[in-house]
């Protein structure tokens, strides 16, 4: 028997059939091109039949489902809410898969509750009782375990630190996403480096010169270059996760602090420097004990997690 994976993202959908050992036997990654609504309910349904079969084939027939999904799984109504993704606003996601599954157990969760429980069954937060994984990519969330359980709050928000206050005043933009996903998310770092590129009088470095629409990617790129805007944006973004960081670890005590998403990636050079930071803010005692490390599963993290959710389904 094996697990199917589902890793939702707001650009991506990645899918993987699992051994319940923990092995990936087969894996496959597409872009939503810019879906929304029913259509990527359709896609995800397409991809569990496809799965479904190619299990089946091969000789291990799947015997339990796992979601990721990007934003708040109501575990209760079933119903899901993705800020990425347009009419996601209460899709009813347990349902429509229940459906297409016909009879196999379904489960779905966050992505930042999937990220820390695939690195507590297979990466780098095995045999803690007490980690965060803190995601950052498109937004920013993290994965909160608590004395061996992920911490879900009284409406399953809890790990929204997108919304952790670490400025002011406050500004309208805030609003949308929170003060520290607009400050130092993919999103927020692409949109940091054009407010400088606007004041920057006489520059035409690298930013300067790129054609279209200017990402979180092509700020690393040019802070290889040492372009003195990606510089400034690296360092403004370090102090935000350092701030971010700093809380987490005053208020949780974590044994971990795991970082991942798509930002961390090229981000991950600047730990020493994000730690640096954290020192200045943090509770001494618990920054002194805390570990922070880069995510050992990456990009697969969400997968290894909705497997972990399916893996419980058949041990109920």
């Known amino acids: 028997m094996s697990l199917l994976s589902i890793d939702l ?47 089946q084939n091969d000789g291990h027939p799947v015997s339990s489902i796992g979601i990721s999904v990007p934003g708040i799984s109501y575990q209760k109504a079933g ?27 379904v489960t779905i969760d966050s992505d930042r509750a999937c990220y820390i429980l695939g690195e507590v069954w297979k ?19 993290a994965g909160i375990l608590v004395n061996g359980n992920v911490l ?24 949308n996403c929170g003060c ?10 692409a949109k940091l480096a054009k407010e400088l590129l606007l004041d920057a009088k006489g520059y035409n470095g690298a930013l300067r010169k790129q054609t279209g629409e ?4 092509d700020v690393f790129e040019a802070y290889k270059q040492n372009d003195c805007i990606a510089t400034e944006v690296a360092k403004q973004c370090v102090v935000f996760w350092g ?23 090229p981000a991950l050079q600047f730990i020493p420097a994000i730690y640096e930071e954290a020192i200045k803010w943090a509770q001494p005692v618990s920054m002194k004990e805390v570990l ?13 997690g909705a497997a972990w959710l399916a893996l419980q389904n058949n041990e109920k």
């Open 9 to 55: 993202g707001g650009t991506k959908l990645a899918t993987a059939v699992f051994s319940e050992e923990g092995s990936v036997l087969c894996e496959e990654r597409l872009p939503l091109e810019k879906r929304k609504g029913t259509a990527v309910g359709s896609l995800i349904a397409t991809q569990v039949n496809k799965f479904l079969r190619i299990a």
């Open 79 to 105: 119903i899901v809410w993705a800020p990425n993704i347009a009419g996601w606003e209460a899709y009813p996601l347990l349902k429509e898969i229940e459906e297409t599954a016909e009879g196999i157990p």
């Open 123 to 141: 990466g780098g937060a095995q045999g803690c009782n007490d980690a965060i994984f803190l995601a950052v990519g498109t937004g920013i969330g």
């Open 152 to 175: 879900r709050g009284w409406h399953d928000i809890a790990g929204a630190v997108g919304w952790m206050a670490l400025e002011k005043p406050f500004q309208k933009n805030y609003a």
């Open 180 to 189: 520290f996903e607009s400050r130092a998310s993919g999103e927020g770092i």
């Open 214 to 217: 200017i990402t979180a990617f």
């Open 243 to 265: 701030m971010a960081i700093a809380n987490l670890v005053s208020i949780f005590n974590p044994q971990k602090i795991i970082l991942g998403g798509g930002v961390f990636g």
């Open 292 to 304: 922070i490390e880069p995510s050992v599963l990456g990009n697969r993290a969400g997968l290894y």
